[in-house]
């Protein structure tokens, strides 16, 4: 229900935009989260559909941004300013309830998860 795209390999510095397109239903709250080798799934990022409010990690404000298009029922991240540190795997998220912003940063807030996309962060 969740089909994600736009990762890929970027020099440091750089920028990559990623999409996840949603079908089957209408969600209340998206997220994107990245696990990297070794390490635990982490929060990202989070939008409610609704009203547009957001939620970010502390290590990616000020350099990602979410978005959402309510006609097309998709998130995108927009990654800029990467480091070698964002290099992991990237997961779209969504739940059909619309959450408050302390819940989002929290995996089981999400019913439904996507592929996940590769993003390389390397020069």
């Known amino acids: 229900q969740l089909q994600a795209s736009g990762g890929g390999l970027v020099q440091p510095g750089g920028s990559l935009r990623l999409s996840c397109t949603a079908s089957?239903?209408?969600?209340?709250?998206y997220g994107w989260f990245r696990q990297a080798p070794g390490k635990e799934r982490e929060f990202v990022a989070a939008?409610?559909?609704?009203?547009?409010?957001?939620n970010y990690s502390d290590s990616v404000k000020g350099r990602f941004t979410i978005t959402r298009s309510r006609a097309e029922n998709s998130v995108t991240l927009q990654m800029n300013s990467l480091k070698p540190e964002d290099t992991a795997v990237y997961y779209c998220?969504?739940?059909?309830?619309?959450?408050?912003?302390?819940?989002?940063?929290?995996?089981?807030?999400?019913?439904?998860w996507g592929q996940g996309t590769q993003v390389t962060v390397s020069s």
């Open positions: 998220a969504a739940d059909s309830r619309t959450w408050i912003l302390s819940n989002m940063p929290q995996k089981n807030a999400y019913d439904y």
């Open positions: 089957g239903g209408t969600f209340g709250t």
């Open positions: 939008i409610r559909r609704g009203d547009g409010k957001t």
